[in-house]
């Protein structure tokens, strides 16, 4: 492979321990920029996530089991750690220790070793053993009152914001961070990520208004909440939705103009309450007198950051997206069509491409064994004692 054309992150070998959404995500992304990763599965339930999620986040990737409760597999387990550079795992603090491969061990096998350990509240303080799901980090972090338009409810998402930016995305920089240090010092480091710790770390804007006014202004009052007529969810004519985003008054002024209602021009940040009510009456009359079609069509070539809302059959069909490598399809049983998702890291001398299907769980075991040099005889004695599993 020339150069030009190499992965960034070719040659870095990867263990995966993580199952369900957030932790295969992080190591997908990994994957995806050149990584091998091994996705490791216990032989007992292994990665429990659906089939069709399943097949989302683990691209790119091959598959191992290894029961790491037994003493045969947790030295297999520390071998392979020699050969790694990064391992992730998701288990409640403590678990990995308890197994006889937490961070202190490994990393006195291998001192250069990125070990990044994925928690709802972290590898310590009072909360780190406390049981969770999205819903309760965006709680605790004070994210859920953040989010929504006014109801009094806090609104709830298709897109787990805490496992996802607090977590996939926060350990995937943290652990190139840690990586980039590892290869210049050979010394790696324990990256404890946090999913409520990571979704906190984006509430910039909430916490500078509670800097300055002593508390954050719950969701629905403020200008990018529902409180501005310029930003915000118009309803159409047949029920569908357009998002108004025209926080600036040249992008309001263009969009007043291309709806034949200038007379709304002076109205965009209006102090007067009266007058935010009015254009915010005004402008949902407006949408809701044409269909969602009308409107599509009515805003295409517009620059007014005003936008059909679509949904995500419309977003794969999209011609944007699919020209941007981010809607990827491919023929699935019957015939089906099967939308994959694109990689966001797009750069110069790298593109992006499926090299593997998501595996079925120890599809590759014995593959990966033999490549991270472990030997045939060892190899079947693991296999005949069920400390590891093909398939």
């Given at each position: 492979?020339?150069?030009?054309?190499?992965?960034?992150?070719?040659?870095?070998k990867?263990?995966?321990?993580?199952r369900?959404?957030?932790?295969?995500?992080?190591?997908?992304?990994?994957?995806?920029?050149?990584?091998?990763?091994?996705?490791?599965?216990?032989?007992?339930?292994?990665?429990?996530?659906?089939?069709?999620?399943?097949s989302?986040?683990?691209?790119?990737?091959?598959?191992m089991?290894?029961?790491?409760?037994?003493?045969?597999?947790?030295?297999?387990?520390?071998?392979l750690?020699?050969?790694?550079?990064?391992?992730?795992?998701?288990?409640?603090?403590?678990?990995?220790e308890?197994?006889?491969?937490?961070?202190?061990?490994v990393?006195?096998?291998?001192?250069?070793?990125?070990y990044?350990?994925?928690?709802?509240?972290?590898?310590?303080?009072p909360?780190?053993?406390?049981?969770?799901?999205d819903?309760?980090?965006?709680?605790?972090?004070?994210?859920?009152d953040?989010?929504?338009n006014?109801?009094?409810?806090?609104?709830?998402?298709?897109?787990?914001?805490?496992?996802?930016?607090?977590g996939?995305?926060?350990?995937?920089?943290?652990?190139?961070?840690?990586?980039?240090?590892?290869?210049?010092?050979?010394?790696?480091?324990?990256?404890?990520?946090?999913?409520?710790?990571?979704?906190?770390?984006?509430?910039?804007?909430?916490?500078?208004?509670?800097?300055?006014f002593?508390?954050?202004?719950?969701a629905?009052?403020?200008?990018?909440?529902?409180?501005?007529?310029?930003?915000?969810?118009?309803?159409?004519?047949?029920?569908?939705?357009?998002?108004?985003?025209?926080?600036?008054?040249?992008?309001?002024?263009?969009?007043?103009?291309?709806?034949g209602?200038?007379?709304?021009?002076p109205?965009?940040?209006?102090?007067?309450?009266?007058?935010?009510?009015?254009?915010?009456?005004?402008?949902?009359?407006?949408?809701?007198?044409?269909?969602?079609?009308?409107?599509?069509?009515?805003?295409?070539?517009s620059?007014?950051?005003?936008?059909?809302?679509?949904?995500?059959?419309?977003?794969?069909?999209d011609?944007?997206?699919k020209?941007?490598?981010?809607?990827?399809?491919?023929a699935?049983?019957?015939?089906?069509?099967?939308h994959?998702?694109?990689?966001?890291?797009?750069?110069?001398?790298?593109?992006?491409a499926i090299?593997?299907?998501?595996?079925?769980?120890?599809q590759?075991?014995?593959?990966?064994?033999?490549?991270?040099?472990?030997?045939?005889?060892?190899?079947?004695?693991?296999l005949?004692?069920?400390v590891?599993?093909?398939?």
């Amino acid at each position: 492979m020339s150069q030009a054309s190499r992965p960034p992150l070719q040659g870095v070998k990867v263990l995966d321990l993580t199952r369900l959404l957030p932790g295969p995500v992080c190591a997908m992304h990994l994957a995806d920029m050149g990584a091998e990763v091994v996705k490791v599965e216990d032989t007992g339930a292994g990665d429990y996530a659906w089939a069709a999620m399943r097949s989302q986040v683990n691209r790119n990737k091959r598959a191992m089991r290894l029961d790491l409760k037994k003493a045969e597999g947790k030295a297999l387990f520390l071998d392979l750690c020699e050969k790694a550079d990064v391992v992730i795992e998701g288990f409640r603090p403590g678990v990995m220790e308890r197994l006889g491969v937490g961070y202190e061990v490994v990393k006195q096998r291998n001192p250069a070793i990125v070990y990044c350990s994925m928690t709802g509240y972290g590898q310590t303080g009072p909360s780190s053993q406390a049981a969770g799901h999205d819903i309760n980090y965006i709680a605790k972090a004070g994210i859920a009152d953040q989010i929504g338009n006014g109801t009094g409810k806090p609104a709830l998402s298709n897109l787990p914001l805490a496992d996802l930016l607090g977590g996939a995305s926060t350990a995937s920089i943290g652990i190139l961070a840690a990586l980039f240090d590892a290869q210049r010092t050979g010394q790696g480091r324990l990256v404890d990520i946090s999913f409520s710790d990571g979704i906190l770390a984006y509430a910039g804007l909430p916490m500078a208004t509670l800097n300055e006014f002593g508390q954050a202004a719950p969701a629905g009052v403020t200008k990018l909440t529902g409180a501005a007529a310029y930003y915000g969810f118009y309803e159409t004519a047949d029920g569908r939705h357009i998002a108004v985003g025209a926080f600036e008054k040249k992008f309001w002024d263009v969009f007043c103009e291309l709806v034949g209602r200038e007379d709304l021009k002076p109205l965009h940040d209006a102090p007067e309450p009266e007058k935010n009510d009015y254009a915010r009456q005004e402008l949902a009359r407006l949408i809701a007198a044409h269909d969602f079609a009308w409107w599509s069509a009515k805003l295409e070539g517009s620059d007014c950051c005003v936008t059909p809302v679509l949904n995500l059959n419309e977003t794969a069909d999209d011609v944007h997206f699919k020209e941007r490598g981010m809607i990827i399809e491919s023929a699935g049983e019957q015939g089906k069509t099967v939308h994959q998702l694109g990689s966001p890291f797009k750069m110069s001398g790298f593109e992006f491409a499926i090299h593997k299907p998501s595996p079925a769980a120890g599809q590759h075991t014995v593959e990966v064994l033999q490549d991270w040099g472990v030997g045939s005889e060892r190899i079947r004695q693991l296999l005949d004692d069920g400390v590891v599993v093909q398939g």
